[in-house]
């Protein structure tokens, strides 16, 4: 899917829709207190959903466009990232956690960068396959590091709150490139880093 990253979110339109929706859709009584501000209240929690449809590749560029000179040559891990998405096939929640680790050729990240650029990478309706993707490909894109890897789980509502209703399910995928995919030992190494809970 091409990354439809400079759309317009026009809230009006989300605003009205919302209303049909409810009212015609559902037959909602719409002088009801409770449902009166909710189509304005859609539009807001929509638009802020998918922030990220809005110009979000070039603030994720310009993100990683800002690393920084290093000699380390170890592994680089965040995990525990938690972001929010929304499924594209049922417009329902999805809840990601992410762990993500590179290893630098050169140049490094600030730390807050990686959590950063997954959270606006998540503002927009994407399957999850396509979401670990990217978030590998920005970051050999921009930083060349001699390896990357990515796993996210997700639990998405589409699968918990109806049709099969599995409600503590997990969907687990995960990108690799470089020294992660080449050399077997790396991405052990990354695993055993990733279950090492540190006492703090
Ligand atoms: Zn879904």
Known sequence: MENPSNNKIDKE????????????????????????????????????????????????????????PTKYNGMVLEKGITVFSMCPHHFLPIRYEVSIAYIPNGRALGLSKLARIIKLMAKMP????????????????????????????????CMRMRGIEQKDSWTTTSSVRGVFKTKDEMELKYYNLLNNKPEL
Do not use: W
């Not at 207190?33 to 929690?45: G, L, Q, T, V």
């Open 126 to 157: 994407c399957l999850q396959e396509d979401f670990t993707e990217r978030i590998v490909n920005e970051i050999e894109d921009h930083i060349k590091p001699l390896g990357v890897i990515c796993v996210v789980n997700g639990a998405h509502y």
């Open 13 to 68: 339109i989300i605003e009205k829709s919302f209303r049909d929706i409810m009212e015609k859709g559902l037959g909602l009584d719409m002088n009801d207190e409770n449902f009166k501000d909710s189509p304005k209240r859609f539009a807001k929690s929509y638009s802020e959903i998918f922030s990220g449809l809005m110009d979000s590749e070039r603030e994720v560029h310009e993100i990683l466009d800002k690393s920084f």
